[in-house]
């Protein structure tokens, strides 16, 4: 956690729950701080705090935690001075070339990265109109995709060359190393590298800030495999948090609250070059609750509209089960042919297409609808029975009451059973347990009750290290707690009221641990000052009475040792205490 003139600037300028709130819109205050489901993991109880007194966040779920420039790298994959950047332009502020901040090596690589996959971007992009490009240009071209939706997405093309991109990228200066950790090479027999991508179209992949992270790659000749090659998980690309064109999309998805999931590149391509801006896809992976949460920043409502055969429904359903987990509100579209969405669009333009979409089913709606489809005979009683038990699956996973209660009368309606039945065998479905991060615990260290909870006072108010002088850091048994309680002391008046927030940049391996004591609530206010001072004279009588049994352990004592035993005895004893 930096400080420079211009980021204190940017600090006294921001509010963390301001930041936050823009992609966290569920953050509601609660007691002094302000609580929401965690945006780095999926979770329906809030564990999720910001504190605007210390402005600094913490998530008691999966221990993720820091200020707000913290908060803005960890949801926007960004380098420190990405961040600073755009805090800088929210907050008024003059970034420009600020140099006080000392680049970590992680930053400097990840900006690297960066740059090497812009690149590689452009450089694919300029292949596609080479002479090489031509058959790829072709196949675009039969897709009916314009110049301007090509410019748009910046479609390229891979030479069919084994290392035409890595002697590109030698030319201009950047090593193997660094092209082997952005996925642009791969290591082949013998040591040597070779591109990873060839004779592809290529489909860059950009995170929702814009910036390109990985690539999507499609052969041409259909004999090949795999169809469609996506870039290995890097530090800055997963699949599992990544949809493709959400960058695209995000404008409207902001403005309208909901979102549109199609199956794959070339339909998301299509539905913006049509006009249905709101589309976005996962990247040849299922749907994960991930996903779900990354949506969830952004809007509340989602249509999934994926290839009607088997599978592609089965993904549909899985996917709309997801979103509810995740407590969203999702519809399940169906275009009623074998056509995919870009070809439809193509087909039948965007009136008829929003028209599919328009019709769009509920979860459990869709899921009867696929039951009674193409039945000549009433279902039987077991049959009934054998559905119902299946579709109660997705009505428990229904997170919003109201629904759930609206769901099993359709239900018993739809199926002419008894509404009680219905119920009855709800509460007998076993809900599958929720899905996420299972909280790891923060306390990675040993630190007595006493001591923590003398730490988190100290923390959640800085200003009681007044009311410590009489207690040496060395009364401490934690190293962990000695080590705070003496940064404490060394903080300036004027940066303890952020004293965490510091402290944690201080000590970055037990920085869960320092956020979590700082955040969490320990009841009324009023009993601080006396807390802490009982909590000292506590403290300093334990310490007395370790050194008394390391010197009574002692086979035999120095004078000087014998002096300090009989001293450290009459300071007990003279606290009416008993060792």
Avoid at 14 to 29: F, G, Q
Avoid at 289 to 303: I, N, Q
């Amino acid at each position: 956690m930096s400080s420079s003139p211009v980021i204190e600037l940017i600090r006294e300028k921001l509010d963390i729950v301001d930041v936050v709130r823009e992609y966290v819109p569920a953050l509601k205050k609660a007691g002094r701080n302000y609580k929401a489901p965690c945006p780095f993991h999926n979770e329906k109880t809030p564990s999720f705090t910001v504190s605007p007194e210390k402005q600094i966040f913490y998530c008691f779920g999966c221990n993720e935690g820091g200020d707000m420039f913290t908060f803005v790298m960890k949801i926007e994959g960004l380098a420190f001075p990405e961040a600073a950047r755009k805090l800088a332009l929210r907050a008024g502020v003059e970034y420009g070339d600020e140099r006080s901040h000392t680049l970590t090596e992680e930053d400097k690589e990840r900006l690297e990265l960066k740059k090497m996959l812009t690149h590689a971007a452009d450089f694919y992009h300029q292949a596609l109109f080479s002479p090489s490009g031509e058959k790829a240009r072709l196949y675009l071209g039969e897709r009916r995709l314009s110049k301007t939706t090509v410019e748009r997405f910046e479609l390229g093309w891979a030479p069919p060359g084994g290392a035409a991109l890595m002697d590109d990228l030698k030319e201009k200066g950047w090593s193997r190393d660094l092209a082997l950790k952005a996925g642009l090479v791969t290591e082949r027999e013998g040591g040597r590298v070779g591109d990873t991508f060839r004779g592809r179209i290529m489909f860059p992949i950009r995170n929702q800030s814009g910036d390109t992270v990985a690539f999507g790659g499609r052969v041409l000749d259909p004999e090949a495999q795999p169809k469609y090659l996506n870039s290995p998980e890097t530090v800055l690309f997963s699949k599992r948090r990544t949809l493709y064109g959400l960058h695209e999309a995000l404008p409207h998805i902001r403005k309208s609250g909901r979102l549109l999931l199609l199956e794959g590149y070339m339909d998301v391509i299509g539905a913006h070059q049509h006009g249905v801006d709101w589309a976005v896809a996962p990247l040849g992976t299922a749907l994960t609750a991930e996903h779900a949460g990354l949506v969830g920043r952004y809007a509340k409502d989602v249509v999934v509209m994926f290839d009607g055969d088997r599978a592609g429904i089965a993904a549909s359903v899985r996917a709309a089960e997801i979103f509810m987990e995740a407590g969203l509100y999702v519809r399940l579209a169906d275009l009623g042919c074998t056509l995919d969405p870009d070809e439809f669009l193509n087909e039948h333009g965007r009136e008829k297409f929003e028209a599919k979409i328009a019709e769009a089913a509920d979860p459990l709606e869709f899921r009867m609808n696929l039951f009674h489809k193409g039945r000549k005979t009433p279902p039987s009683s077991q049959e009934k029975a054998q559905a119902i038990a299946v579709l109660l699956e997705t009505v428990a996973k229904q997170s919003d009451e109201i629904l759930k209660s609206e769901w099993v009368k359709s239900l018993a309606s739809r199926f002419g059973v008894e509404e009680d039945s219905v119920l009855k065998q709800l509460r007998k479905t076993q809900v599958a347990p929720q899905r996420g991060i299972k909280r790891a615990p923060a306390q990675a260290v040993q630190m007595p009750s006493i001591e923590r909870g003398f730490i988190q006072l100290l923390l959640r108010d800085p200003s009681l290290i007044e009311r410590s002088a009489e207690l040496d850091p060395g009364d401490l048994s934690s190293p962990l707690a000695r080590d705070i309680l003496a940064a404490m002391r060394e903080l300036p008046a004027e940066a303890r009221p952020k004293a965490a927030a510091a402290i944690a940049g201080k000590f970055p391996e037990q920085a869960a641990l320092i956020m979590e004591l700082a955040v969490a609530d320990l009841g009324s206010d009023a009993a601080g000052v006396q807390n802490a001072e009982g909590a000292v004279r506590m403290l300093k009588r334990l310490s007395i009475k370790r050194r008394l049994t390391e010197l009574n352990s002692s086979a035999v004592m120095t004078p000087q040792q014998l002096e300090e035993f009989r001293k450290l005895s009459a300071e007990i004893k003279s606290s009416g205490r008993e060792i």
